[in-house]
C-alpha cells in the first residue's frame, strides 16, 4: 500500500511564527503536491514538484515556500504566519506523468491564531 | 486561469435516492476529468475520464465526460448512507513539459439520510 505520511495532525501556531509542515512517501513517487482545502473554497494546489529540489508554483503561492531536498520528502515552510492561513494542509504524491492517481496523506488541520 | 465548477455545493437526499453531481470547466490544455470523493480523511480517486460519450462505471457509480460542452456528471443510483461525503471534480492539464496539475472544483457535499 502505498503510504503518504504527514508530520502533524494538529498544529497550533502563532501570527508570525515560522512553520514547517513535513510530508514523506514511500513509494518512491517523482511527483509530490501541497494543497489546503478551506470550507466553501475547495481544494487548491499551492506548489508542486516533479523532482528533488525542483519546485513548481502552485494557484495560490503567496506566503508559502517549499523544499525538496530528497525524493520521498515534500516540505512545506510558512515564513510567518498569519491568521488567514489556518486550513487543513493536505500532501499528495503520484508517479510522473499519472497526475490524477494523487496518493493524500491525512491532512494537517493548522490553526494561526 | 483554469477553473472547475461544481453543482450543487450541498444535497441531502433520502437513501434509495439516485443523484446526479455536476462539473463544468474551462481549462487550457486539457488532459482529463478526474471525480474524487472525500470521507472524513483524504480524498479518494473515483474515475478517471478522458474521452466524450464513455461511461464509467463502478457498482453504482458512474460517470460521463461531454468535452464539446465542458461538463462531467457522476450519478449515484439507489443512495446509502455511506455514500455521504463531499465529491470533488478536478481537471488534469498540461503544465508544461511531461508534467501535469489537478485543478480541483469547491465539491459537492452530499448527505444521505435514512
Known amino acids: 500500500d502505498v503510504k503518504v505520511t504527514q508530520s502533524s495532525r494538529y498544529l497550533v501556531k502563532r501570527t508570525g511564527e515560522k512553520v514547517f509542515l513535513e510530508c514523506v512517501q514511500d513509494?518512491?513517487?517523482?511527483?509530490m503536491f501541497w494543497y489546503r482545502q478551506d470550507p466553501g473554497l475547495g481544494l487548491r494546489l499551492i506548489y508542486f514538484?516533479?523532482?528533488?529540489?525542483?519546485?513548481e508554483k502552485g494557484d495560490i503561492p503567496e506566503g508559502y515556500s517549499v523544499s525538496r531536498e530528497k525524493k520521498e520528502r515534500f516540505s512545506l515552510i510558512l515564513e510567518s504566519a498569519s491568521t488567514n492561513q489556518t486550513s487543513m494542509y493536505l500532501c499528495?504524491?503520484?508517479?510522473?506523468?499519472?497526475?490524477?492517481?494523487?496518493?493524500f496523506g491525512p491532512g494537517t488541520r493548522l490553526t494561526v491564531t | 486561469e483554469d477553473k472547475v465548477v461544481q453543482s450543487p455545493l450541498s444535497l441531502v437526499v433520502h437513501e434509495g435516492d439516485t443523484v446526479t453531481l455536476n462539473c463544468s470547466y474551462e481549462?487550457?490544455?486539457?488532459?482529463?476529468l478526474l471525480w474524487y470523493k472525500q470521507e472524513k480523511k483524504a480524498p479518494t480517486f473515483l474515475f478517471m475520464l478522458?474521452?466524450?460519450?464513455i461511461e464509467k462505471k463502478s457498482g453504482r457509480l458512474s460517470s460521463i465526460l461531454d468535452k464539446k460542452e465542458l461538463f462531467s456528471i457522476l450519478n449515484i443510483t439507489a443512495t446509502q448512507t455511506g455514500d455521504s461525503a463531499i465529491y470533488l471534480c478536478?481537471?488534469?492539464?498540461?503544465?508544461?513539459?511531461?508534467?501535469?496539475?489537478?485543478?480541483f472544483g469547491k465539491g459537492t457535499l452530499l448527505t444521505v439520510n435514512p
Open positions: 514538484s516533479y523532482d528533488v529540489k525542483m519546485k
Open positions: 478536478a481537471v488534469e492539464a498540461w503544465s508544461g513539459g511531461s508534467n501535469y496539475k489537478l485543478t
Open positions: 481549462v487550457t490544455n486539457f488532459r482529463s
Open positions: 513509494m518512491d513517487h517523482e511527483n
Open positions: 478522458t474521452s466524450s460519450g
Open positions: 499528495a504524491s503520484s508517479w510522473t506523468g499519472v497526475s490524477y492517481e494523487q496518493y
